[in-house]
Structure formats: C-alpha cells, structure tokens
C-alpha cells in the first residue's frame, strides 16, 4: 500500500493507492493510531494530495500524524500510513 512519500513537517505529501476496481479514496486523518480520523480529502486512486493543516492547525515536527484510505464504495479500509518528523 503507497502512503505518505514526503514527511517534511509542515507538509505532508500522500499518495493513495491503486486496486483494482477502486477509483476514488476519501483520505482521513487522525493524530491516534486508533481513532478520532477527519475527512482531509477525496482523491482519485494513484494521485497525491499535500496536507499542511489538520484542524485548522500548521503540522509540527515532532507529532505523530496518522493516514487511512477508503474508498468511496464499499466500507472497508485499503490503508494506513503515518508521519513523524524527528527533528
């Protein structure tokens, strides 16, 4: 499963994967591993989306950022990436 490419705080660039099948994902974020996800974005599957805010905040270098993909039919989740910078 393709995640996040980039993890350059405070920009994080994500690439959804490609299935068979699947041509559009709804992308979420969270800063838990295991819940409170947000909507970030639709996309369509293979192409790349770049987030600098998660709920109306800069990202920071030093924190976990959690990534899931859905895809706009079905319910079940394709993938999970996440990001840290450690700087």
């Known amino acids: 499963v393709t995640g996040v490419q980039t993890c350059a705080l405070p ?3 994500i690439t959804t994967p490609k299935v ?3 041509s559009k994902y709804t992308v ?3 800063l838990k591993k295991n819940g409170g996800y947000k909507k970030v974005k639709t996309v369509k ?3 790349s989306i770049t987030v600098s805010k998660f709920k ?3 990202l920071k270098a030093k924190k ?3 990534f899931k ?3 706009n039919k079905g319910t079940e989740e394709i993938g999970r990436a996440s990001c840290r910078e450690r700087v």
Do not use: V
Request: no cysteine; glycine share 14%; net charge positive.
């Open 11 to 13: 920009i994080s660039k």
């Open 20 to 22: 068979a099948g699947i």
């Open 28 to 30: 979420y974020m969270s």
């Open 45 to 47: 599957a293979g192409k």
């Open 56 to 58: 109306g905040k800069a």
């Open 64 to 66: 976990n950022y959690y």
């Open 69 to 71: 993909f859905m895809p």
